[in-house]
């Protein structure tokens, strides 16, 4: 079965950086989509940064220039580099793998807050 495992959320302070795994298994990770998304309470789910099998990234335009999401087929995994965080993006950040199929993991909370 397919899992998306991700890791690296907690707490940080503004202005500092976190960085954010997602382990994939049970797909052929190199030709998915991969994506990160976050959902702060009481709001939609949003796309935070998606980068494709060829290594194409898009950032949505509250993280471009703080943000870094990159890839490594390798070992199945998607990161989210995350720096000069606001408390903005507290929420939580969920892992997306997308082709043919559309997979979400657990989520993983990250708070920005002094």
């Known amino acids: 079965q397919v899992q998306l495992v991700e890791s690296g959320g907690g707490l940080v302070q503004p202005g500092g950086s976190l960085r954010l795994s997602c382990a994939a298994s049970?797909?052929?990770?190199?030709?998915?989509?991969m994506g990160w998304y976050r959902q702060a309470p009481g709001k939609q789910r949003e796309l935070v940064a998606r980068?494709?099998?060829?290594?194409?990234?898009h950032y949505a335009d509250y993280v471009k220039g703080r943000f870094t999401i990159s890839r490594e087929n390798a070992k199945n995994t998607v990161y989210l580099q995350m720096n000069s965080v606001k408390p903005e993006d507290t929420a939580v950040y969920y892992c997306?793998?997308?082709?043919?199929?559309?997979?979400w993991g657990q989520g993983t909370q990250v708070t920005v807050s002094s």
């Open positions: 980068i494709t099998s060829g290594g194409d990234t």
């Open positions: 997306n793998a997308w082709w043919a199929s559309d997979y």
């Open positions: 049970g797909i052929s990770f190199g030709i998915y989509v």
